[in-house]
């Protein structure tokens, strides 16, 4: 995807001066955030940033491996990983570095509930009494927030409904997962309990306090689980991926990506500032903007070491 217009000369401080790239994201805008922040980081090296391309994460896999793409900040190492190895995996694409390391996905339930009813695994909820708590439409079975189609999570929540055999005493809910959410926080703040899938980072982090006003459910091992199967764990880390011929062309490209690095906590801030309302293209652009000017010295340091590296490998 990467292509040097004619005559065009690298600077060492313009290393990818000529270079067009192509960023691939995903279509949940609320991920958007890190993107700008990489995007930027890249203008300022001088490539030719075009206008993301915005997919499903198995899609963004394989445009990755094919080179229709070049760039995503949204690999999430365990959640993804099954994606990732169909799609070409280590011989098509190259993992930068950790641009998240402190991401959560899994199961919460409110501490009301949890602590009345001494609530701490998902497998608790096998317990038909205790499904029946967060029965929300009558049905006798547990409704549960779930996913996406084409989000990763969804297929977790379907192998661990059928894994601890939860089918009988829960119903996943599925549609606009951040609409389901908003009916979520109001069952909430209505004093009913609630059941629902989430992540770190995540607006809902800033609403839903973990340990104060939620509690997530341990995962116990399956016994079903395959071997080397990652996706049970709740804790995870968000990659940068390049396509591999790219990033072996695009050395500062490639230590930019190796190096940027945001925190869940910076994400989730930002996340809630788009549920706030502030949830423009503009508004989040303003976000990352920000985030780089009181991060400036770090920011300045992925710069001056991706221009580093590309000045060794042109020696």
């Not at 996943?172 to 629902?196: H, I």
Request: some cysteine; overall charge negative; aromatic content about 8%.
């Amino acid at each position: 995807m990467a292509s040097l217009h004619a005559g065009a000369s690298p600077s060492i401080d313009k290393p990818g001066d000529g270079v067009k790239i192509t960023p691939i994201f995903s279509s949940i805008a609320e991920e958007r955030f890190r993107g700008e922040i990489a995007m930027e980081g890249l203008r300022q090296l001088g490539y030719n940033v075009q206008e993301p391309e915005e997919t499903e994460y198995s899609v963004m896999m394989v445009a990755l491996a094919n080179g229709d793409a070049d760039f995503s900040v949204h690999l999430w190492d365990r959640l993804h990983d099954s994606f990732y190895q169909q799609a070409g995996g280590d011989r098509d694409m190259v993992k930068g570095g950790v641009v998240m390391p402190d991401v959560k996905q899994g199961y919460q339930i409110d501490k009301k509930t949890a602590d009345a009813y001494h609530i701490k695994s998902l497998t608790d909820l096998k317990r038909p009494e205790i499904a029946k708590l967060f029965d929300s439409d009558g049905d006798g079975k547990a409704d549960l927030t779930g996913c996406n189609p084409g989000w990763g999570c969804e297929l977790i929540i379907d192998r661990h409904m059928k894994s601890y055999a939860l089918g009988n005493t829960v119903h996943v809910n599925q549609g606009s997962y951040f609409a389901l959410m908003a009916d979520t926080v109001t069952r909430y703040n209505e004093g009913k309990p609630v059941l629902f899938f989430t992540w770190v980072p995540q607006w809902l982090s800033s609403v839903l306090l973990a340990d104060k006003d939620v509690v997530w459910l341990e995962i116990p091992p399956a016994e079903n689980q395959a071997a080397g199967d990652k996706s049970n764990h709740p804790e995870d880390k968000i990659e940068t991926v390049l396509n591999r011929e790219f990033a072996q062309k695009n050395p500062a490209a490639l230590k930019f990506l190796s190096e940027m690095q945001i925190s869940a906590a910076d994400e989730s801030a930002q996340n809630f500032k788009m549920h706030e309302g502030e949830r423009k293209e503009e508004d989040i652009t303003r976000h990352a903007m920000e985030w780089i000017s009181f991060h400036q010295d770090e920011f300045n340091k992925w710069l001056n070491d991706s221009k580093a590296a590309a000045s060794v490998s042109s020696l």
